[in-house]
């Protein structure tokens, strides 16, 4: 993973020479490569290198189409694509997904200075400013519309060995081999080879000698075609059978992607479902949300949360999924408006000297990006960070999305999805997704998760002045979007079906712990003036959610018995119940997580490349498979 590794930004000097060798004020050069980013004419290069040379945009007239490419630069390619999908024609419904690796990504300035080169292009190009995630290690979802760009910052090997999904045209458009060999080997082309879908294409500047062997030796066949300008050749070629190959453990598969269009059923409207609903509706499919209370009636249902990132020390998926589901969140946040979000920064408490030492630890090895952490003397403070309104939020994100306010009693799988039964009605569906929090394990599809619940309490004191940020140390303080200030939360284990309730105690136990951080601020507060509000959130052992496929359980009881023993033998891969997903166990950090873990699953469901080693760390058979290791699974 990439999590512990810092991204530089490119380091770049303007005036490149154009295709007649005049210096153009707009072309970048890398001093890190000492090559161009494009020429004077980059724009109609990139039109007839990658977009003629896959044969676009004649190729988008399908429902989906995959495009990938090494090398994000200035986004050029990127944008050329998205301009040429917006003028073709194609099915109603159709989705574009662009994957792209960068190493060195440009600044949002240097990426403005590069776009004046292409005015007519300037409305989707300062969209795509706007949109871009700070450069931060991993995977990054971006929605436009009907397009949608996967971006990954870091080392293009790293990048491509932990995705899954399939491409259906490669733009292979790294700085030249000469320059950075690195990006052209025959370890890179096997990565493509095994991401392609049977006959894709791609295309590429190079005529190399090493670069068609590399292609050759990957299973690609290629073939010279009329270069562009100076260059007088360039490369284009498809691969017919690509490998079959996966980096995944066999007992956590992705599940099979559905049909474009399909109708999902997502039960539960909280933050999970909203989530769900928001990402599934943008990828193009038509998702319906059962939920028999108001939306965001349980956890989701606070009148403030804390939107602010957890850090792990170290590199690990888990880390660097909670980074990136904080960065995405707040990048989510802003796009939606509104007065959904607060962004008042929240300074994160470091209570003792093993805190102050693990912050350290977090600023030496740059966990977040330059500018979204600074250290202070009480701690880390993340000036983007913030409260959101959880109901606004999630009313937010359901928008357009049917909502069907009866509770689904049973689901039953037939021939073509699954049929959802409530107490008034039954519908079949293509697929559907359980995120309901801990009421999940009311199904017997799910019953085998080690989800449990933990019982919250938060108090709105909503004549209170309010602090300038929000202070994070366990607890919390923060002001509340509906005025005043607001604390919590207290945690306490509850039983399976308990009910939340709020407590004097518990608003006590709330004044305290922000008396031992905040002992002015507690001082005035009354506890007699206190809105209270209990929830039931759902947790599962690693404090990571559950998402993904749901595994037929019996299969996974037969077919994996020898990890009991640890038994070396091919295992064959889970089988899971086909059209059958969960997104569940978000803790305390719904909030933050659960967009991004939505956005993980679309693009799995999509056929949309994707981080396949963090899906694995969020897979629901993960638990099962950890017990039968350790000789615990019945």
């Known amino acids: 993973m990439s999590g512990g590794k810092k991204i530089s930004e490119a380091d770049i000097e303007w005036g490149a020479p154009d295709s007649d060798g005049a210096p153009s004020s707009f072309a970048p050069r890398s001093t890190q490569f000492d090559d161009v980013y494009f020429s004077g004419e980059g724009l109609a290069e990139t039109q007839h290198i990658f977009l003629a040379g896959n044969n676009l945009p004649a190729r988008f007239n399908a429902p989906r189409f995959h495009i990938g490419e090494l090398g ?192 999902i059923a997502i039960i539960g409207a909280g933050i999970a479902g909203a989530s769900l609903a928001h990402e599934l509706r943008a990828a193009g499919f038509h998702p319906s949300v059962y939920e028999a209370s108001a939306p965001a009636s349980g956890a989701s249902g606070n009148p403030a949360g804390l939107i602010m990132p957890r850090l792990d020390v170290g590199d690990t998926p888990a880390g660097l999924f909670h980074a990136n589901a904080y960065l995405h969140t707040v990048q989510l946040l802003s796009a939606l408006g509104g007065d959904i979000f607060t962004s008042c920064g929240v300074l994160h408490h470091g209570a003792s000297d093993r805190d102050r030492e693990r912050q350290a630890k977090l600023l030496a090895q740059g966990a977040l990006a330059d500018g979204f952490m600074e250290d202070r003397k009480d701690g880390l403070f993340f000036p983007q960070a913030g409260v959101v309104d959880p109901a606004m939020f999630v009313k937010a994100l359901l928008v357009d999305t049917p909502l069907i306010a009866e509770r689904v009693t049973r689901m039953r799988q037939t021939a073509k999805g699954w ?71 207290t945690y306490a284990p509850v039983a399976i079906g308990a009910e939340a309730r709020f407590t004097p105690e518990a608003t006590q136990s709330n004044i305290a712990a922000v008396a031992r951080t905040l002992p002015d ?114």
Request: with cysteine; glycine share 10%.
């Open 419 to 489: 049929r959802i039964i409530t107490d008034k009605s039954d519908d079949e569906f293509d697929a559907a997704v359980i995120a309901n929090g801990l009421d999940a394990i009311r199904f017997a599809e799910a019953r085998t998760l080690p989800l449990t619940g933990s019982a919250g309490q938060v108090d709105w004191f909503s004549d209170a002045d309010a602090p300038d940020h929000a202070h994070a140390f366990g607890p919390y303080a923060a002001p509340c979007p509906k005025g005043g200030a607001i604390i919590g939360a």
């Open 72 to 263: 994000f630069g200035t986004g050029l390619n990127f944008i050329a694509a998205w301009d040429a999908w917006n003028r073709a024609e194609k099915p109603t419904g159709a989705r574009l997904n662009f994957l792209s690796f960068e190493a060195y990504p440009l600044s949002t300035t240097q990426l403005a200075h590069a776009h004046q080169a292409w005015p007519a292009l300037e409305s989707l190009s300062t969209r795509l400013r706007a949109a871009l995630p700070p450069p931060q290690p991993g995977f990054h979802f971006l929605r436009f519309d009907d397009v949608s760009l996967t971006l990954f910052y870091g080392d293009a090997r790293e990048g491509l060995a932990h995705a899954e999904g399939h491409v259906d045209a490669w733009f292979l458009d790294g700085f030249s081999p000469a320059k950075n060999p690195g990006l052209w080997s025959e370890e890179i082309f096997s990565e493509l080879a095994r991401l392609s879908r049977p006959d894709a294409s791609f295309a590429t500047f190079t005529v190399a000698g090493g670069v068609r062997r590399a292609l050759e030796a990957a299973g690609f066949q290629w073939e010279k075609c009329e270069g562009f300008g100076r260059k007088k050749e360039m490369l284009a070629g498809n691969i017919d059978a690509p490998p079959q190959k996966t980096s995944r453990a066999p007992w956590l598969p992705p599940g099979s992607p559905l049909r474009a269009g399909a109708r």
């Open 521 to 634: 601020f507690a001082a005035t507060l009354d506890a007699g003036k206190s809105r209270p509000r209990a929830s039931i959130r759902c947790t599962t052992p690693d404090r990571l959610p559950v998402c993904g496929p749901l595994p037929d359980w019996g299969f996974y009881s037969g077919a994996y018995d020898g990890l009991r023993t640890g038994k070396k033998v091919d295992y064959p891969r889970g089988e899971m119940r086909p059209g059958l997903y969960i997104l569940t166990g978000l803790g305390s950090r719904g909030l933050v997580t659960a967009p991004y873990a939505a956005a993980l699953l679309a693009a799995e469901l999509s056929g949309a490349p994707t981080d396949a080693t963090i899906l694995q760390a969020l897979h629901p058979a993960r638990f099962f498979i950890r017990d039968l290791k350790r000789g615990g699974a019945r």
